[in-house]
């Protein structure tokens, strides 16, 4: 009962965040209605059982996309007013996505309602007497490892990619050395000298 | 469908049930002095009081400037480390059963990010002037 | 108690009382304490200092945060007139929220856990990654300069840091092979020579603590991590604008991650509910007592490092996360599942 419920809610608040997301005329609004849609979601595959799969879902998204989305559209200071503007331009392209993402709806329902697909034909049978994150951790790393290492390889082209394109470096700046600051010894800058009254300071 | 559930539910109940209660009893906060004040007559707003702070004098320029665009690549890396860290957290619990494949793999992953962070750091990405 | 409330007055709805009875044992206190913990912060800080600290409420001034509790309640709410009028008033609930719901998971005793979950650890970094949008959120809001600068500077700080906290993390689940807190706790029994309780105790795995306790510090912006509220260049950081009782709520819930992380410290390495030593005796003392005296071993260590080191430069504070922590506990994560799989898995 409480879990219907439960998935009621979080289903009502993920689509309607959902929506919001892409109705909130301030661009910030959107991102926080996103991150609210990104919650939900947690909370749903909780109900589906992916407790791992949840907490991920808020850690890499809500703790880590979402903060950069975040950061873009604070801080690029883009102006979305012009960016509409473009509207009429952009509507073709639109439209076809609307038919692609409507064709895939079709086909998930009718593959759905036909059945055929059932859970138990899967490769690996889900186990029950260990945690999800055990489960998957037995066959990432194992089973599925050059999917696994390609995905290291993803990381390692988005990493080199992103500083690529945004690390820009700039002129003119004192780099503090720490390494050469902390090997400085007192007695590589001061001199203790015996200074006579009268006379000025030999530097 | 499964007869059992794959975790067990009623433990996260409490959870949904403190963020209720969390969220209650932090919005009591904001909207109680609001009232509060409202009755014992405090909340007596005037256009200075309601102006942004700029150290007493009236702000030349919109506060939402740009900014630099060392914080977005600070943001791009961590959701880099968050993924290869999000990959370690089932391995670190599954070690014992995947043996030396799994381990093997998983160092040939932590080199493949280690050649990207030794790029990050000789590039100056993680310098911050 | 459940089972005593669900005679009481049926099965669901006994649950319910007692489940709330529960949570409102944790917030209530919790609140008590960090009122408690902010008075505690400012006498020892006033030591060091030389200086008194409050001492006019109450004997001793302890009453003093209640004191300023309701001064502050009574305080008029300000919200500028440029601010985002909702989000201004959301971001402090965030941010109060996010610090109370992280104690759902932690084990107070042996069986003295309010959600015992499989990834009670993951969900501790879930909700301490949503924290930060209490402070993006307000210094956005606010519409001012200070808090924005002071909002992208937290935000990149407590980014930074939470990587080296997710390794950090990392070994010490190789060590106890699961993410469950209690399962961590026991784990850690009798961990050292067969007799000494605690993950830090470990050689291997001592760095690892001191890296999280460092990390731990930086995440809450605690001294000498708190540029994002460093009142020479920010005014007052992310909160310059808010007043009355949701400028406190800020304050309650620095406080309250501040003992958070005290509490996961004592909990992660310092054997947490166990007493140090896994000798029969000492188990007559409860478990709760124990992580309390931890807990408030963490906090004066807290306040010890405010009053004694020099805050930080924003570029040293990245060098430390970034090209210190980083690699090291990465370099860590070798280091202790190598050792595991000669030693434990016998490769």
């Known amino acids: 009962m409480i879990q219907l419920i439960a998935f009621y809610l979080f289903a009502v608040m993920v689509v309607g965040s959902a929506a919001l997301t892409i109705f909130a005329r301030n661009p910030v609004h959107s991102v926080l209605w996103l991150i609210l849609a990104f919650f939900n979601a947690a909370g749903l595959m909780l109900l589906a059982g992916a407790e791992f799969i949840a907490m991920l879902l808020i850690i890499v998204y809500v703790g880590a996309v979402a903060v950069l989305f975040l950061f873009v559209v604070m801080m690029l200071d883009i102006d979305f007013a012009e960016l509409r503007s473009g509207f009429a331009r952009y509507a073709p392209l639109g439209v076809l996505l609307i038919v692609v993402l409507a064709a895939e709806m079709i086909f998930a329902v009718g593959a759905w309602s036909a059945g055929s697909l059932a859970l138990s034909q899967r490769i690996a049978p889900t186990p029950d007497e260990i945690p999800n994150i055990q489960a998957l951790g037995t066959l990432i790393y194992t089973r599925y490892l050059f999917i696994f290492e390609a995905a290291g390889l993803v990381l390692l082209v988005a990493m080199i990619g992103a500083i690529v394109l945004t690390h820009r470096a700039r002129g003119g700046v004192r780099v503090q050395n720490v390494w050469q600051q902390n090997k400085r010894r007192p007695q590589d800058a001061v001199r203790n000298i015996n200074q006579p009254v009268g006379q000025g300071v030999e530097l | ?129 | 108690m459940t089972e005593w409330f669900q005679s009481l007055i049926g099965h669901g709805l006994g649950w319910f009382v007692a489940t709330l009875i529960l949570i409102l044992m944790i917030s209530l206190p919790l609140m008590l304490a960090v009122a408690m913990v902010i008075y505690g912060d400012r006498k020892i800080w006033a030591a060091m200092a030389l200086r008194r600290g409050p001492n006019v409420v109450g004997p001793f001034g302890v009453l003093q945060s209640f004191a300023d509790g309701l001064k502050v309640f009574l305080q008029e709410v300000i919200i500028p007139s440029a601010a985002n009028k909702g989000l201004f008033l959301i971001a402090p609930i965030i941010t109060f929220t996010v610090a109370q719901l992280a104690w759902a998971v932690i084990p107070f005793g042996k069986h003295m856990v309010l959600a015992n979950i499989n990834v009670g650890l993951l969900y501790i970094l879930a909700i301490s990654s949503i924290g930060v949008y209490g402070i993006i959120i307000a210094g956005w809001a606010s519409n001012s300069k200070y808090p924005f600068y002071s909002a992208m500077r937290a935000a990149a700080q407590m980014v930074s840091y939470e990587v080296s906290i997710g390794f950090v993390l990392v070994t010490v689940v190789l060590w106890s092979g699961t993410f469950n807190l209690s399962g961590i706790v026991e784990a850690q029994r009798a961990h050292v020579f067969g007799i000494i309780n605690g993950f830090g105790f470990n050689p291997l795995l001592f760095p690892m603590a001191v890296v999280f306790l460092i990390s731990a510090m930086a995440e809450t912006g605690r001294a000498p991590f708190d540029l994002t509220e460093a009142e020479s260049e920010l005014v007052a950081g992310y909160q310059t604008e808010y007043s009355s009782m949701v400028f406190a709520l800020y304050w309650l819930g620095e406080y309250a991650n501040v003992l958070l992380m005290c509490a996961l410290n004592a909990v992660l390495f310092w054997g947490g509910w166990l007493p140090p030593i896994d000798w029969a005796p000492l188990y007559h003392i409860p478990g709760i007592v124990w992580l309390f005296i931890k807990v408030l071993a963490f906090f004066f260590v807290f306040s010890w490092v405010k009053a004694t080191v020099p805050r930080y430069r924003y570029d040293q504070l990245m060098r430390l996360g970034w090209k210190i922590f980083l690699p090291l506990s990465l370099f860590w994560v070798f280091l202790v599942s190598g050792y595991l799989m000669i030693t434990r898995y016998g490769v």
């Not at chain 2, 906060?29 to 009236?58: H, S």
């Not at chain 2, 939402?64 to 619990?93: C, H, K, M, N, S």
């Not at chain 2, 059963?97 to 993680?126: D, H, N, P, Q, R």
Request: net charge negative; proline share 5%.
């Open chain 2, 1 to 129: 469908m499964r007869e059992k559930p794959l975790v067990d539910l009623s433990q996260y109940l409490p959870i949904l049930l403190f963020l209720g209660v969390a969220l209650a009893i932090s919005g009591a906060f904001v909207v109680l002095p609001m009232i509060v004040n409202r009755l014992t007559g405090t909340a007596k707003p005037n256009p200075d009081k309601l102006a942004e702070y700029e150290c007493g004098f009236p702000a030349f320029e919109d506060s939402r400037a740009q900014f630099d665009v060392r914080f977005y690549l600070v943001a791009i890396l961590f959701i880099v480390f968050d993924l290869e860290a999000a990959f370690l957290y089932p391995w670190a619990v599954s070690l014992g059963g995947i043996g030396l494949t799994g381990w093997a793999s998983m160092m040939l992953f932590l080199v493949e990010l280690g050649i990207g962070f030794a790029y990050a750091w000789k590039k100056g990405a993680l310098d911050w002037e």
